[in-house]
């Protein structure tokens, strides 16, 4: 078990910079989600940890020995492929073994370690099946006993659970959940799924353009999203986004937009420049339906009632607006509905660089 | 990386180049080396063992006299009197005559060794060379040469052995066979190249990074051209071992001859390193003196008519063959020849001087050659394409690594030849001297329109185009159709009938070729058997174009069309059954079906199997040389098998490879242009 | 649509009859010159005396006899066992190796490479035999099997490099990557995993170039001047040639000589379908 560390690594190929001078402390036993659109650099990231990619620039330490130079088999870390990757010509059995035999474990321990295994993820009864002859579910089990019976430093995932069902993808997420608690191992988890990055992570990586754009806690990072990307990107529905001005009402510091305008709440005044084109983020949860002095009116084309409330899709004079309203809500498709911000809870950032206010550009994590 | 070092670094370039240059000339001097050491004792042992012959007709003619028991003295004392000879032996009939091991002498060879079974073999042999030439001699008195190799000689193990016929007046009296030690390696270090490579690269690596980079590769091409020419004029040249080869071959045998007793009858005697310092004119002299000798007529034959000479490598002189040896424009009458392992060496004494020249200016081409390789390094190097490309070599060492194995194959036996053939394409050959001829070749085939006859380049390229558009056609239509029928799972005897069908595919196809031409035999073929059957007429399949054409057709259509049969197999399978059902859905006919959705997704995998299949009948040999055999009168030849005509037949190697050359290229364009049409192997390219 | 797969056609027993008729003559068809052979080969004359009857009048092993034991039948057989077998084996050694280098490697002159591969095929072959005897002689390899099986190899290679890289393209990178992750070095990756893997496509290679190799008669004739180094092919042209009308010893021998190969092509041929199209067709 180890500690990641990536100082300053980037990746290019050819003159296309895909990974950015990334900063990155994983703590030993840390889960670490690195989420983000496809494309985004985090695949590579974690090939780069797996020793799969070369490491253009910077330093990528496991533990305590520097391992850029490393093969991946010299660096003690172990991966689920989002195809499984399991043999296809081997039994479960020996697809488990494999990487002990190559090591040239002793037979008895090798067949205590599968078999241990296969009892923690239920694959004991398919032991000597060959991959063509299981569901996906049982060949994701298969992969991850792979990876846990060489008892790594690392566990990597590249979007282990993105070829399952909805409903298999909640139980694997489950497991693995499951399997970290109990190992405790050190994990890296690639995913473009934000609830999963959401639901597993320690802390969660947002990365966009090879670049990395926040990192924190998953609470963290939907309370205080640190730019405009990662509050677009974490939370569903997504935040909305308007673009306003700052102005000054009679003293109060004052953002308007087409159709809304509201002050700006105490606790983000004291981060207000001299910039005074931003944008005002405001998630679904944090709109209600108002009667009176609403902040805005939108006009709904869309109702998605969910049982527990309803989401309603319109536009604010040709903004797009999602909110999550009461499920007993009277507002009717083509209908107005006035909507009032929770004020405690808007964001704002600056237009030009994306940045929350009172942020600093992300340079690598704490 | 700082301009210091990386200047530093570019210097290297020179001292590479120079080196690699000075290596090349050593290379070429030690070869030649090699080569003279080899034709040194190649003739040497020629001259001896015609020695031994005529000491031998000497015996013969003086049965009577008191010299008998000369032939054994004189073998007996060869191995001792001459050096590298290890042993000597007179055959006559199947008995030793003489042996230098003299327990054997009068001995009977011993039939069940094989080496006695050869040497007896090729005796024979020469033996019937003496008749024929004598018979072409009388044919024609005006014939200056001995057509048929009166001597012979093989390399064995650790040397050579030379096999010379004794004959009295024409008249056959026995084999005499020298055997020689190893041929000397004769290798003089070329000092000069060497000292001023090293020199050079020392200079170089001083001085050379003050010079900014243009003058100094001016400079660097400058200096590298004159190591070249340099190294070409001073090169050590192979006629002086030559003459010398020549002295010492002669004194030894004459030293033989002194210690036997035979020489001292008829003329002073010469000790074998007297002999070899005397200078060209003195030995001359000597030589005329012995002339005047009764003995010369044999000496002249046996000695001095071998002395002088020139080594011209042919394909094979071969062995155990008799064949007629021509010999090369311009020698003169008088010259002798005879067949090596290997070679054809005639020798005669006004065409030493050319031959040697031409050797020269052969070796200074080799040195020419390495100046260019060294130049294209320096330029390489020093404009840092070399390092890029050692450094795309160990980046992508893995890789490099896996192919390596294959590729130095390929270079070796594909390759290279491939490159010689077509080099061989402009150059003609006229007995067997091969001459540069331009582009002669290809203006011959190319400009000549005369379409009536049938080994013309133009109606040869129609016959071929239609053999492989009909055969490609039939293979296709055959194989498509029998996939499809093959293709429905209700039909319960499909895999046999699979494994019946491709059974043509299986057996060799030399021996289909042979079949079929059985089958298509007038009187007894069973395809003739069966037209009768049928109220036909027996037809005489290979009297005219089209019936021959036809038996071609029809054998390489069995032979063919299980493939493109596989094939599709394989490619209908792979389409997924959901799209008939789809079209099904549609209201698709059972035809619209087969053309909108099978015909299209068979592409994929059709294309790719009519070029190849398409490149293979265009070249396809054994089919057309072996049923129909070009007949009538080469008619049905197709372009190949007219090219292996000209090589090997019509014995015009340059045309023919000048023939193939267009035919690789036409296949290419044929290729290249179908690929960009089809994009056919796109997906082998990813 | 009926329950049953992929079947182009939903034939009737009217159409399958008609359809079992006509592939019942195809065989024949196909068949016929092969028993005509056996006949040739059982009957003891060595004349041509055809009628159309396949069945032998009076069998005989006479021909075979001689072929037996009057010819160094079993040197030459010997002799292409050993070229064959070591042909097959140096041959898809380096195919394998070279089509995965193109199949998984990006590197500067790969398309180069992979060129030179196909424009080989389209030399005339015929006209390569004098520079590569001069080679042959060169190397000091006339006359022996060792010659005969590298030209075999070369000239096999560029076809099954064709079509193993076709093969080794459909096998997932993820397979090999999760063999590195497992700590497998490269050779072990190719050997435990892309081998394996590949044995149907590895299978077709060396069925081709076991065929190259126990066909080829005109290099062998050329380079091979030793009766006692002949291949079984030149051995049976010779035979040919010598007495041009022995048609039973042809046969005869024709039979021999075919027997192995064939019997390898079928015991393989189930392989062929996957192994020869898998380039073309994805998935």
């Known amino acids: 078990m180890a500690s990641v560390t990536l100082t300053d690594v980037s990746k290019r190929f050819g003159d296309n910079t895909v990974v950015k001078n990334v900063f990155l402390d994983i703590a030993d036993g840390e889960f670490v989600v690195l989420v983000g659109p496809s494309g985004c650099g985090k695949s590579t990231t974690l090939r780069m940890i797996a020793g799969l990619e070369d490491i253009t620039e910077g330093e990528l330490k496991i533990g305590e020995r520097v391992v850029n130079d490393m093969t991946p088999r010299d660096r003690d870390v172990a991966m689920v492929f989002q195809s499984y990757a399991l043999y296809p010509h081997m039994t479960v059995y020996d697809n488990i073994s494999f990487g002990l035999r190559l090591r040239k474990m002793p037979k008895p321990e090798i067949d205590k370690r599968v078999r241990d295994a296969a009892q923690k993820l239920g694959l004991t009864e398919l032991l000597d099946r060959k991959p063509k002859a299981m569901s996906g579910g049982q060949r994701q089990r298969v992969a991850m006993g792979r990876a846990i019976v060489r008892q790594p430093a690392v566990f990597l995932f590249d979007e282990p659970l993105s070829n399952l069902d909805a409903k298999l993808r909640v139980q694997m997420r489950a497991e693995i959940a499951r399997m970290h608690r109990r190992e405790g191992v050190t994990t890296v988890y690639v995913t473009h799924d934000q609830i999963e990055a959401m639901t597993l992570a320690d802390r969660i990586v947002v990365m966009n353009f090879g670049v990395v754009q926040q990192v924190g806690a998953p609470l963290e990072l939907y309370r205080e999203p640190a730019n405009t990307f990662v509050a677009g990107f974490i939370g569903s529905p997504s935040m909305n986004l308007f673009d306003v001005d700052l102005r000054a009402t009679g003293g109060e510091p004052t953002v308007t937009g087409k ?67 009461e499920p007993d809500t009277a507002v009717r498709v083509g209908g107005p509905v006035g909507l009032r911000m929770d004020l405690d809870q808007i964001h704002l950032f600056d237009r030009e660089t994306g940045l929350a206010l009172g942020r600093q550009a992300h340079r690598g994590a704490a | 990386m700082s301009g210091q070092a990386s200047g530093r670094r570019g210097l290297v370039w020179l001292p590479v180049a120079a080196l690699i240059i000075a290596g090349g000339f050593l290379a070429v001097a030690w070869s030649q080396g090699v080569a003279d050491g080899e034709a040194y004792q190649a003739r040497r042992a020629a001259t001896i063992a015609r020695g031994v012959a005529w000491v031998h007709v000497q015996e013969a003619m003086r049965v009577d006299d008191a010299g008998e028991g000369q032939t054994q003295r004189f073998v007996e004392a060869l191995p001792e009197k001459v050096p590298g000879v290890r042993e000597a032996l007179v055959l006559k009939g199947v008995n030793y005559k003489a042996h230098s091991d003299a327990a054997l002498v009068e001995q009977r060879l011993d039939v069940d060794s094989l080496a006695a079974k050869a040497l007896y073999d090729d005796a024979r042999r020469l033996k019937a060379n003496v008749d024929k030439n004598a018979e072409e001699r009388a044919r024609n008195p005006a014939l200056g040469y001995d057509p048929y190799p009166e001597v012979q000689i093989i390399p064995v193990e650790g040397g050579l052995q030379a096999l010379a016929v004794a004959e009295d007046a024409g008249k056959y009296i026995g084999t005499a066979r020298i055997t020689t030690g190893p041929a000397p390696y004769r290798f003089e270090l070329p000092w000069l190249v060497l000292l001023v490579a090293l020199g050079l690269s020392a200079l170089w690596l001083i001085v050379g990074g003050r010079l900014p980079t243009r003058p100094r590769i001016a400079v660097g091409v400058l200096a590298l051209a004159g190591l070249t020419v340099a190294g070409s004029v001073t090169l050590p040249g192979w006629r002086n071992d030559l003459r010398r080869a020549q002295a010492d071959g002669q004194a030894g045998t004459l030293a033989a001859l002194d210690e036997a007793g035979l020489l001292a009858a008829q003329a002073p005697p010469w000790d074998p390193e007297e002999w070899a310092d005397l200078d060209e004119d003195e030995q001359q002299e000597e030589t005329a003196r012995i002339e005047a000798n009764a003995l010369m007529p044999y000496l002249d034959r046996g000695l001095n008519g071998a002395l002088e000479g020139r080594l011209v490598t042919i394909a094979r002189a071969n062995e155990g063959d008799d064949t007629r040896l021509e010999p090369p424009a311009g020698l003169p009458a008088g010259a002798l020849m005879f067949a090596a392992e290997g070679r054809a060496v005639y020798f005669s004494g006004a065409a030493f001087d050319a031959a040697v020249v031409t050797d020269e200016a052969d070796v200074r081409l080799w040195g020419i050659g390495f100046g260019v390789i060294g130049l294209l390094i320096l330029l390489l190097g020093e404009l840092g394409q070399l390092r890029r490309m050692g450094r795309a070599a160990v980046d992508h060492r893995g890789a490099y690594g896996y192919l390596s194995p294959a590729i130095v194959g390929m270079v070796v036996l594909v390759f290279i030849p491939v490159v010689y053939g077509i080099v061989l394409g402009f150059t003609q050959r006229t007995y067997n001297i091969i001459e540069f001829a331009g582009l002669t070749n290809y203006i011959e085939i190319l400009t000549d329109f005369d379409l009536g006859d049938p080994t013309n380049f133009y109606f040869k390229l129609g016959v071929t185009l239609m053999w492989t558009i009909l055969n490609v056609g039939l293979h296709v239509s055959i194989g498509l159709f029998l996939a499809v029928l093959l293709n429905d799972q209700m039909l319960k005897a499909r895999g046999i009938y699979r494994v019946i069908l491709i059974v043509p595919w299986a057996i060799p196809n030399y021996i289909t070729a042979l079949i079929w031409k059985g089958m298509f035999n007038k009187q007894f073929g069973a395809v003739n058997a069966f037209i009768e059957m049928m109220g036909g007429e027996s037809l005489s399949w290979f009297q005219s174009f089209w019936p021959a054409f036809s038996t071609n057709l029809i054998t390489n259509t069995w032979l063919g069309f299980p493939f493109m049969m596989v094939v599709c197999l394989g490619a209908l399978q792979s389409i997924p059954s959901d799209l008939y059902e789809a079209a099904w859905v549609d209201g698709a006919d059972r035809w619209q079906r087969f053309r909108r959705i099978t015909l299209p997704l068979l592409m994929p995998a059709l294309v790719p199997a009519v070029i190849v299949g398409a490149v293979w009948t265009f070249n396809m040999f054994n089919i057309i040389y072996l049923v129909s055999g070009g007949a009538p009168n080469g008619a049905t030849d197709i372009l190949i098998t007219d090219a292996y005509r000209w090589a090997f037949e019509r014995d015009r190697y340059g045309y023919a490879a000048a023939y193939s050359t267009i035919i690789f290229l036409i296949l290419l364009g044929f290729t290249l242009i179908t690929n960009r049409i089809t994009g056919a192997t796109k997906g082998a390219f990813e | 649509m009926s329950g049953h797969t992929s079947s182009t056609q939903q034939s009737t027993a009217g159409e399958r009859l008609l359809k079992n008729l006509f592939l019942v003559a195809l065989c024949v068809m196909v068949l016929y010159p092969v028993v005509w052979v056996f006949k040739m080969a059982f009957t003891p004359s060595q004349g041509f005396s055809m009628s159309l009857n396949p069945i032998p009048e009076n069998p005989s092993l006479a021909n075979f006899e001689y072929l037996l034991t009057e010819l160094p039948f079993f040197t030459w057989l010997f002799n292409s066992v050993v070229i064959s077998l070591a042909t097959t084996l140096v041959g898809v050694f380096l195919a394998c190796t070279s089509a995965y280098a193109l199949s998984r490697f990006r590197f500067p002159g790969r398309t180069t490479a992979m060129l030179s591969f196909l424009v080989t095929q389209m030399f005339p072959g015929v006209l390569m035999m004098i520079p590569l005897y001069l080679i042959m002689d060169w190397l000091g390899l006339l006359d022996h099997l060792l010659g005969l099986i590298l030209v075999y190899s070369t000239t096999a290679i560029p076809f099954c490099v064709w079509m193993l890289k076709g093969y080794f393209d459909t096998i997932p990178i993820d397979l090999e990557e999760a063999a590195m992750m497992d700590g497998a ?99």
Not at chain 3, 251 to 279: D, E, R, Y
């Open chain 3, 185 to 283: 070095s490269t050779a072990t990756i190719f050997w435990k995993v892309i081998l394996p893997l590949s044995l149907p496509a590895v299978a077709v290679t060396a069925l081709f170039s076991f065929m190259t190799a126990w066909n080829e008669f005109i290099l062998a004739a050329v380079f091979m001047n030793r009766a006692d180094n002949y291949t079984l092919p030149v051995g049976l042209q010779r035979l040919v040639g010598q007495f041009s009308t022995d048609w039973g010893y042809f046969a005869a021998g024709a039979i021999l000589v075919s027997i192995p190969v064939v019997a390898l092509f079928f015991a393989l041929q189930k392989n062929l379908v996957g192994g020869l199209t898998a380039g073309g067709v994805k998935g």
């Open chain 1, 259 to 325: 159709g809304l305008s509201v002050p700006v709440p105490e606790r983000l005044r004291p981060h207000l420049g001299d910039q005074t084109k931003l944008v005002l983020g405001v998630r679904p949860e944090h709109l209600s339906e108002a009667v009176d002095g609403p902040h805005m009116t939108a006009r709904v084309d869309m109702l998605e009632p969910l049982g527990a409330e309803v989401h309603a899709l319109g536009d604010v004079e040709g903004q797009p607006i999602v909110a999550s309203l």
